[in-house]
């Protein structure tokens, strides 16, 4: 899918706003830092601010266009880390914050980072954890059920253990791995809950004709509002892994 850089920086800053406690199981050391996914380049700044020399890749046109804009000192690649080109290099340190749960071949992913990673490199990284936005996938699967549209899941969500048996097995060695609720506010007010399915399931509404998708948007408000909706905002129920493993 292609992403809103614009819409994602005003409105969904959110993402790498939670990102920056990630920031803190960084080395204080400097080092070469690739931030896999990053996105409009938010955590990526950030990350040279802390003294480290970062590489952003991200295989989003719109999002690298975006922080190439806002941050011209620094380096950004259109990549795709399921697809690397050679110009992406070695790297001390591979950074990665809300990236993982959108990419379905997961042993690919791994094998490309520690290609890519030093001997004894570190892998910091979190993403969405099994159950992660659960009440939305599950009441969005509904209404598309209801219109007879075939519905399938873009996001792979796992568990802690079945994270560390998969990083195991990918020769790296896990030094801590957290699974954990972060209630999410979703800003726009009585807005928020449609802004975050256009941006996060853009795809899947695309394809909707515009009396469905309001139909569909419609009986979600509803039938989530008496348990996400806490007086003058949505609140969507983010679940999180937070990784700090190493290359063998
Ligand atoms: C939710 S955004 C997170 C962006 C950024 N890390 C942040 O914290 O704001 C997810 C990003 O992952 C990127 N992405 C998804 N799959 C990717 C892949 N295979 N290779 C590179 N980037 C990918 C998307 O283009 C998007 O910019």
């Known amino acids: 899918m292609e992403w809103d850089a614009k819409k994602y920086n005003t409105t969904h800053d959110f993402v790498f706003k ?42 989003s046109l719109n999002m690298i266009n975006q922080a190439k804009e806002s941050y011209s000192d620094l ?37 490309n980072i520690s290609e890519h990673l030093n001997v004894n490199g570190q892998l910091i990284c979190e993403f969405g954890a ?8 599950e009441a969005f699967g509904r209404e598309l059920n209801a219109l007879g549209v075939p519905f399938e899941e873009p996001f792979c969500f ?46 899947e509404l695309g394809e909707l004709s515009e009396d469905q998708k309001e139909e569909v948007l419609e009986n979600m408000e509803r039938d989530l509002k008496s348990w996400l909706w806490k007086k003058d905002h949505w609140e969507a129920d983010y679940r999180r892994l937070r990784i700090k493993a190493y290359k063998k």
């Open 130 to 137: 099994v159950g992660n936005v659960q009440s939305l996938r």
């Open 75 to 111: 380096s950004f690649l259109q990549e795709d880390i399921l697809n690397p080109s050679d110009q992406i290099g070695q790297y001390d340190v591979a950074f990665s914050n809300a990236v993982f749960h959108w990419i379905p071949d997961q042993e690919l992913l791994l094998k």
């Open 158 to 203: 796992t568990s802690a253990e079945d994270y560390r048996i998969l990083l195991e097995k990918n020769h790296f060695e896990v030094l801590e791995i957290l699974e954990y609720e972060r209630p999410t506010l979703l800003k726009g007010g009585k807005d928020g809950l449609r802004q975050w399915m256009e941006q996060f399931y853009s795809v």
């Open 18 to 59: 939670y990102g920056a406690g990630l920031l803190e199981l960084l080395p204080k050391e400097s080092k070469k830092v690739l931030d896999i996914g990053c996105g409009t380049g938010a955590l990526t700044s950030q990350i040279a601010e802390l003294g480290h020399e970062v590489t952003g890749i991200d295989q």
